[in-house]
């Protein structure tokens, strides 16, 4: 009978590194699209608020109105130079004298009410056609804010559409080892 015993110890050397290059290059139609949205938003400024744009915004019907309320002015000032007139006649001789001041403070009166109408209500329409025309123009730079908004998201989104390239080589390390028993047996 015989028994042997044996083994081996080597070294073998595989190295392995990874060297990779990544290259990301946009679509045409991404880089389109991209180029595009740009050149829209750099068109984009935010709008300040035009006095001049009231006008468009002003009610046809505000002269109607005024005249109407000066209508009612009229009648409402005809009742009173009546009345006065009234006053007047069963005041008799005794009125007379004062009776140009009373004319003349009735009158002036008058003007100043209907001067104050007038202003009122122009005012009013003003205002109106003002507060539409800021609301237009606050509508407007919102739309911008939103459209930029809007292209970015597309930017955004577009930027990560391409083709991408890698490259790169392995080098890889490591050890070996073996042991083994031998026997014969015969007799």
Partial sequence: MAIGASGSKGKSRQESAVNQTQTTTLSDRAAGMLNQ????????????F???????????YTQSVIDASLAQANHS??????????DFASAGAFGDDR????????????????AGLIAGLNDKAFGQAR???QGENQNENQMQLALQALL??????????????LTGTNLTKGKTQSFGLTGTYGG
């Avoid at 035009?50 to 046809?60: G, R, T």
């Fill in 99 to 114: 009776r140009p001041i009373y004319e003349a403070e009735l009158a002036g009166a008058q003007s100043r009410d209907r």
């Fill in 131 to 133: 507060d539409v025309a």
């Fill in 77 to 86: 000032d005809a009742l009173a130079r009546n009345q006065q007139q009234s």
């Fill in 50 to 60: 035009d006095p001049n744009s009231i006008d468009q915004y002003q009610s046809p």
């Fill in 152 to 165: 970015a998201q597309l930017r955004g989104g577009f930027a990560n559409e391409g083709t991408q390239t």
């Fill in 37 to 48: 949205g740009i050149a829209d938003a750099k068109g984009l400024s935010y709008q300040r």
